[in-house]
C-alpha cells in the first residue's frame, strides 16, 4: 500500500513562487506515472501535470510556462515548482502515484491534498 505526503503548500501573493513536494513510502515496487492534480469547491479535480518514471511530463495548458514538474526516482518524490502564481491557480493541489503490478493492474494512489491560496 502506498501512502503519499505531500507538503510546501501556503498562502502567497500574485507573481510569487511555491515547491510542491509529495514523498511516496510502503512499497518495494517502482512507482510509474506520478502528478498533481487540483481541486476548488464545488469543481471536478483537474489535471495540473503529469511525469512519467521515465521523465516525460504533461501539463495543462493554463499553467505552461510557468509550473515545472520533476521527480527523484531514488526517493519516490515528485516535485511542483510553481512560479508566476495567479489567484485562479487556488485550489487545494492533491498528488497521484500510479503504481502497475502483476498479477493486480493498475493501482492509483492520492495524497491528502495541500492548500495552496494565491491572493495579496
Known amino acids: 500500500q502506498v501512502q503519499l505526503v505531500e507538503s510546501g503548500g501556503g498562502l502567497v501573493q500574485p507573481g510569487g513562487s511555491l515547491r510542491l513536494s509529495c514523498a511516496a513510502s510502503g512499497t518495494r515496487f517502482s512507482i510509474n506515472a506520478m502528478g498533481w492534480y487540483r481541486q476548488t469547491p464545488g469543481k471536478q479535480r483537474e489535471l495540473v501535470a503529469t511525469?512519467?518514471?521515465?521523465?516525460?511530463?504533461n501539463y495543462t495548458d493554463s499553467v505552461k510556462g510557468r509550473f515545472t514538474i520533476s521527480r527523484d526516482n531514488a526517493k519516490n518524490t515528485v516535485y511542483l515548482q510553481m512560479n508566476s502564481l495567479k489567484p485562479e491557480d487556488t485550489a487545494v493541489y492533491y498528488c497521484k502515484a500510479v503504481q502497475f503490478r502483476l498479477p493486480y493492474g493498475r493501482t492509483d494512489y492520492w495524497g491528502q491534498g495541500t492548500q495552496v491560496t494565491v491572493s495579496s
Open positions: 511525469i512519467t518514471a521515465g521523465g516525460v511530463t
